[in-house]
């Protein structure tokens, strides 16, 4: 192994630590050497020694490179990273999906989704609007998992229409209580832009997804469409009779003018006043 600043690097289990200053040092090492792999990076010897050096002038105060250049060059390293890796991804995302939709069980849809039916259900799929109550577990096609119901002890609900594209389609399928497994391609899952942290660019997903209970969209309340003309307004007869005229409400009065009117028949009385008609 390398010299790092002119030491020794010390085996993992030599390292020895004298106080807590010198703990919180390694674990500064360890915490950037874990941010770098989040994101992909791994340093050879002497990209380390890259980095030794840049932590060693920026603690001097003598830089090879600006703030704003230091920001460029991590912002430009990352963004063509990122499409490296979300080519790399794609091509073998691709060939994975290939491969699966030959075993027997296995249905490939129009859209590219691919499911196989662990368990029937019975009754009637959920709608677009509907919400759902599942119990699932994501891994990605190396079968690492990055996220579960089961794990976490309880099922999670939400909207079907609300969900990545794959399982929108796929629950719209499935009958309550079925459960099945979902091999979904990266155009119907998080894309180019995957989940930093959780699931890289272009992945496809596998989810295991049992369908617990559907609750149906309540239907919404309509609201009535806005008056956009005016109203005439005809007396009766015998309002006639008392000097009434004919009367002419804007539409930009009327709704003023129908709170007025169900004051009054609430009252029994007249709007303003709320004393009782003769």
Known sequence: MPALLGASVLAAETVQFNDARQKFCYALGMSLAQNLGNIGVTLSDQELQ????????QAGGQTALTSEQMRDAIRAY??????DLAAKNKAESE????ENAKRQGVV??????????LREGSGTPPKANDQVTVHYRGTLINGKQFDSSYDRGQPARFAVNRVIKGWTEALQLMKPGAKWKLYIPPELAYG??????????????????????????QPQATKPAPVTSDIIKVPSKEELEKGAKVEIIKASEVEKYLQQQKQQEKSGGDASGGKPSE
């Open 108 to 117: 490939t849809l129009p859209s590219g989704l691919q499911y196989e039916v």
């Open 50 to 57: 890259l980095v030794l050096q840049g932590l060693k002038d």
């Open 95 to 98: 060939k994975w999906l290939t």
């Open 192 to 217: 180019e832009r995957g989940m930093r942290g959780a699931i890289p660019p272009n992945s496809a997903l596998i989810f295991e997804v049992e369908l617990l209970g559907v609750h149906p969209a």
């Open 78 to 83: 990352q963004e063509q990273a990122w499409k």
